[in-house]
Nanobody, 123 residues
């Protein structure tokens, strides 16, 4: 079973930017996504997704404009550029991959997951 590995999390101040990375994408991951789970037992939520072959993206409406998902085909890496971070962005961020070409916002439809990287935004 492929294990995705996220990196780039940390402690930042409100208004800062941060870029998360995830690798390696394998050929059966036709689309990939970022999810996040805030602390305190809150539910995991969709952040953004990308279709690997053409770069088509989808975003959570609440995060569109501040977060950008991208991929590096040669590096087989997925990225999440986060700007203007706020305290409510504090969460464990997970990357995920699935075989389907249709971009999905549902975590249950993803087959591959990383262990997560924690982002803490202090206000």
């Amino acid at each position: 079973q492929v294990q995705l590995v996220e990196s780039g999390g940390g402690l930042v101040q409100a208004g800062d930017s941060l870029r998360l990375s995830c690798a390696p994408r394998t050929p059966d991951m036709n689309s990939m996504a970022w999810f996040r789970q805030p602390p305190g037992g809150k539910e995991r939520e969709f952040v953004a997704a990308i279709r690997w072959r053409d770069g088509t993206t989808d975003y959570s409406d609440s995060l569109k404009g501040r977060f950008k998902i991208s991929r590096d085909i040669a590096a087989r890496a997925l990225y999440l550029q986060m700007t203007d971070l706020r305290s409510e962005d504090t969460a464990a961020y997970y990357c995920a991959g699935r075989d389907g070409l249709i971009l999905s916002t549902r975590g249950a439809e993803y087959d591959y997951w990383g262990q997560g990287t924690r982002v803490t935004v202090s206000s």
